[in-house]
């Protein structure tokens, strides 16, 4: 399998009607029709994606998770300061991690990307800081099996809303963001104000946060 | 556990950046682990880091690196241990736990004068890390500090000026700050504490003793 195929050319490996349905079913993750056509407007379903590699160990989907995710991994290793194979080879770490864990992601938490951030963040640390990083303790519950669908998408709505107002920021705002995410400002010279509306996402984990709490107890 | 002062905005987006030295990390994920309202405002901040990963101009790949990847993946997870939630009766959460190596039980306090105690917590040489143990109603020395104090409760409380830190409250003292703070009476104040440069103590004794306790 290389990079650059498309779902319809993925190997009928399964044979006949199965590999059909299987790679109908992926156009549509990808937000194509049956025809193959993707529109602007649809963004592939990252999330289904990622259940699909957890449930089905399926490749194909992880295949398609790589081609979008692997390279931007590399950009963010790279602008860290990272050597070209160093970003290499970190990237492909985190892909792999992203199969092994995959059973970790909650959709009602965070996005794919937010996801794959945290572990580029973490394996930078280890790599470049060869630095030990503390984490906060697991919440008492792991990602719910079936994560409640209306919270996944605001989730998914609010990332997205996020991403299109930094691609809005003017350029000073957004160089300051870059810069603390990429290593550029020590501790004490990070301000926090983005200018962006984190204080939305912010509330909406808190209740998803809460409302579990809730049933927990 | 009602937490009244929580992490600023600088320290959580630092932490979600990686950019934290060690002993201020330990701290920050130290009372995330106690408070859902730092741990939302941190994840809202790994949704910006999200972000700019999806943002970014992609960066071409390795000719090979999705069967490399593969291949990866075939050789087996990494180990990783389970962060484990306090066992009954705990103190200590998970994160700090790892760095002392068992709940409070564990720790190996010294003494550094006046009834106070104190555990130096290894990590990286950006900021240090301590544990300290002051009696009830105990004053820790006057000090003023270089660069940045993270004090984070984790039994009894302690007052400060006019602020009362109780379990899971974290003091954010800047250079200019000099403070006292007062161990309440009751229980013994357990705090974790981080500074990015030396203690600075006023009295004469405790200026004699810094080289040799490290404070």
């Not at chain 1, 992203?98 to 937010?114: E, G, I, N, Q």
């Not at chain 2, 994840?43 to 990963?53: P, Q, R, S, V, Y």
Request: hydrophobic share 40%.
């Amino acid at each position: 399998m290389t990079l650059n195929m498309l779902p319809s050319e993925i190997p009928d490996a399964l044979g006949g009607g199965q590999a059909y349905a299987a790679r109908a079913g992926l156009l549509r993750l990808m937000g194509a029709g049956e025809k193959g056509r993707m529109t602007s407007e649809t963004e592939p379903d990252w999330a289904a994606l990622l259940l699909r590699v957890r449930d089905d160990a399926d490749k194909a989907a992880f295949a398609l998770l790589f081609r979008h995710f692997a390279p931007r991994i590399k950009a963010f290793l790279r602008k860290s300061g990272a050597s070209e194979p160093l970003a290499e080879e970190c990237a492909q770490e985190v892909m792999a991690t992203l199969w092994h864990k995959a059973h970790m992601f909650d959709p009602t938490r965070a996005s794919v990307a937010t996801w794959v951030f945290t572990i580029a963040r973490n394996r930078r640390i280890d790599a470049l800081r060869k630095s030990r990083r503390p984490e906060p303790e697991d919440l008492p519950w792991g990602p719910e099996p079936e994560p409640d669908q209306a919270d996944a998408m605001v989730l998914q709505q609010e990332s997205r809303r996020l991403g299109y107002a930094l691609a809005q920021l003017p350029e000073k705002q957004r160089s300051l963001i870059e810069r603390a995410y990429f290593g550029d400002l020590s501790h004490s010279e990070i301000a926090a104000e983005t200018g962006l509306p984190l204080g939305t996402i912010k509330s909406r984990i808190r209740l998803a946060l809460e409302r579990l709490r809730h049933q927990m107890s | 556990m009602t937490i009244r002062h929580h992490l600023s905005d600088p320290l959580l987006m630092a932490y979600s950046a990686g950019q934290l030295p060690e002993a201020f990390s330990l701290v920050v994920a130290t009372h995330v682990s106690l408070c859902d309202d730092c741990r939302s405002r941190l994840m809202a901040f790994d949704t910006l880091g999200g972000a700019l990963i999806e943002d970014a101009a992609a960066v071409r790949m390795a000719d090979d690196s999705l069967e490399a990847t593969l291949a990866r993946i075939s050789g087996g997870p990494q180990a990783e241990p389970a962060r484990a939630t306090r066992s009954l009766g705990g103190v200590f959460p998970a994160p700090l736990r790892d760095y002392v190596g068992g709940d409070l039980s564990a720790v190996r306090w010294r003494s550094v004068g006046m009834g106070v105690r104190q555990a130096i917590l290894k990590t990286d040489s950006g900021a240090t890390a301590r544990l300290l143990h002051i009696p009830a109603g105990q004053a820790v020395p006057d000090h003023g500090h270089r660069g940045m104090e993270l004090t984070l409760v984790l039994q009894g409380a302690f007052r400060d000026t006019e602020d009362r830190f109780g379990p899971g409250d974290v003091e954010i003292a800047t250079e200019d700050l000099e403070h006292t703070p007062v161990a309440e009476l009751g229980v013994d104040c357990i705090c974790l504490a981080a500074t990015d440069a030396p203690l600075r103590f006023n009295r004469l004794i405790p200026r004699i003793a810094q080289p040799f306790l490290r404070i």
